[in-house]
Nanobody, 129 residues
């Protein structure tokens, strides 16, 4: 199993970025893919997740209305479109997968991260004020 996250960068407050998470080596279309972030000195936080089978999506409260998660199963890729970025969104963003386990993808419990079986390397997102 491999997960590759990309798309991070430096952006001004109010701007946008699109992160990509591409997976291989597992049944991508029947998985739960989540985005998590960790800022310096803070614990890892679940941001958004998608059931790649049903398309159901989940967001933590602080990003609802600003972030949009989507998937393209033909490309084994999940996207996180981040708009209206704030300085407090600055963090390293990671994608995680519950590989082949789309049924674990429900509600806020997925944001604890314990159901994720595999993780990609992070991509840095920095939002300047």
């Amino acid at each position: 199993v491999q997960l590759q996250a990309s798309g991070g960068g430096l952006v001004q407050a109010g701007g946008g970025l699109r992160l990509s998470c591409t997976g291989s080596g597992f049944l991508f279309g029947n998985s739960c893919i989540g985005w998590f972030r960790q800022a310096p000195g803070k614990e890892r936080e679940g941001v958004s997740a998608i059931n790649t089978n049903t398309g159901n999506t989940y967001y933590t409260a602080s990003v609802k209305g600003r972030f949009t998660i989507s998937r393209d199963n033909s490309k084994n890729t999940v996207y996180l479109q981040m708009d209206g970025l704030k300085p407090e969104d600055t963090a390293v963003y990671y994608c995680g997968a519950a590989a082949g386990q789309s049924t674990v993808c429900y509600g806020a419990t997925i944001f604890q991260g314990y159901d994720m079986t595999d993780w990609g390397k992070g991509t840095q997102v920095t939002v300047s004020s």
